[in-house]
């Protein structure tokens, strides 16, 4: 059962659009500098989270494992973060631990990629001990732990009891001997919950709003259900949940914004809005199954190239100083961020973030 969900994950992610609901990077205005005072060499583009360096600010979020058929696509992402130099995550590294002889599935992105940064993932129901052990499957440098309730509950034989799971990532944190990253998969993370994580000892939060990879239409679309469309469109957009999980975030912690970055532009709005990376899944795959690695990697050069473009034009030098460049939010992200009391006019001066 759980082979052929990954292969259906990976069929639907690439068979259905982004969305419905938006990841509110159309809110968002970088203002032009027209006196940078840099040169193009002098911009610097690397970025870390957690304590890991990175070379740039992009990471190839989880998207696989956990079955025979997809080891090639594992080996190919993996390939592509190779020769990038990106950091990246394996998907939900539960089937190897329930099922060992689907390891290898996880394994070949370690071999094909053996001085990369790579962080093993799983859920915030997963004992101390199988993190650990997801660690060290892939020896990896950090471990993602995924929060996806709304998932579950389309998924028929998904979870239904989300209890303990803060306590359990405390646990999480003590044992592993890596920091310890959480994410959400496409509904955001509210300053409620940010807040209550950020307790927990975890280094990192990784937005994953919606506007992206929809894993409610996912499932839906895997069991054949007739469902509501209203909550295709639910969960926090992620100009959002990023503006709401960085005004309560600790100076400590790092923030990494996911869930529809599908541009250089949109990875810039990141960072603008406080991330210190952002994170791609679908459009990855895409162009690895649909395209050829060949294709990724030159796409990926461009990529790169655009990224440090708005850097100049935002007279940013590195990832930091992008974080202390205004930016004017309009539209539902200024309603919705002016109803929840945060103050969004210190976007608009080179003072925010306190
Ligand atoms: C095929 C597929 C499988 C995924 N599996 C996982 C997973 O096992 N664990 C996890 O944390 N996120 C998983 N994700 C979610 C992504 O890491 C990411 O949060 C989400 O796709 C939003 O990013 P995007 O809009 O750039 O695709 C998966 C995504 C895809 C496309």
Known sequence: MRQSRKLDHLKYSLALAD?????????????????????????????????????????????TGGADDVAAINKSIAKFAHLTNTAMAVGSQYAALEYTDVKHSYKVVRENNPYGTIFANLGAYATPEEAQLAVEMIDAQGIQIHLNV???????????????????????VDKVKVPVIVKEVGCGIAREQAMLLASTGIR?????????????????ARSQATINPDILSWGIPTV?????????????????VSGGVRSALDVVKSLALGGIATG???PIIRMLCEKDIDYAVNWFQNFLYEIQSYMLFLGAS??????????????????????????IMNYATYKKHG
């Open 19 to 63: 969305g419905p609901g938006d990841s509110g990077f159309a809110d968002i205005s970088l203002i032009h500098n027209c006196l940078p005072d840099l040169a193009w060499n002098q911009i610097d583009i690397s970025s870390s989270i957690a304590g890991i360096p990175l070379r740039h600010p992009l990471i190839i979020n989880a998207i």
């Open 280 to 282: 791609m899944a679908t």
């Open 150 to 172: 709304a998932q579950e509950i389309v998924m028929k034989e998904g979870d239904r009891d989300f209890s303990g799971y803060l306590s359990n990532i405390s646990r999480i």
């Open 318 to 343: 590195s990832i930091r100083t992008l974080a202390e460049t205004p930016i004017v939010i309009t539209g539902h992200s200024k309603d919705w961020l002016t109803a929840r009391g945060i103050d």
């Open 240 to 256: 959002i949940s990023a503006v709401e999980t960085k005004s309560v975030l600790p100076a400590h912690m790092d923030m990494m």
């Open 204 to 220: 990192a939060i990784d937005v994953g709003g919606t506007g992206g990879t929809n894993f409610i239409a996912i499932e839906a």
